[in-house]
Structure formats: C-alpha cells, structure tokens
C-alpha cells in the first residue's frame, strides 16, 4: 500500500498538469456568469409581470373611461 501512495505522489508531484492553475480562473468566472444569469433572469421575469399587472390595470381603467364607468362624468 505504501509503495502505490508513492508512485502515486511522485507522479503527482511531477506532472505540470497536476499543477496547472491556469484553467481555474475560468471556470471561476463561469460559475459567477452562471449565478449572474440566474439572478437576472429571476429579476426580469419578476420585473416583467409587474409590469403585465400595470399594463392590464391601465387596459381596464381605459375601458372603463370609453364605456362612461368611473370617470365621474354626468351627462
């Protein structure tokens, strides 16, 4: 067991791939673009259905005001 835990730190210890951190920063940066996208997303569809709410809101309220409702207008 002891001579496989060798032969396994020296090739370890030797190969630059083990030690290559150039690889990281990018999947770093993948990982917040991920979170970032999920966030936005979320934001915008929140955003997006109050912004359907007010605009079916207003929708009523101008078909009240064509039928005469609500205005406070006599005639």
């Not at 979170?35 to 009523?60: C, H, M, P, Y």
């Amino acid at each position: 067991m002891q001579a496989l835990m060798n032969r396994i730190r020296r090739f370890g210890g030797s190969s630059s791939l083990v030690r290559d951190e150039r690889g990281l920063s990018t999947v770093e940066y993948v990982i917040l673009l991920v979170i970032v996208a999920v966030l936005a997303i979320g934001t915008w569809q929140k955003f997006g259905s109050k912004v359907r709410e007010n605009i079916d809101d207003s929708s009523t309220q101008i078909e009240g005001l064509k039928n005469g409702e609500g205005s406070g207008a006599t005639d």
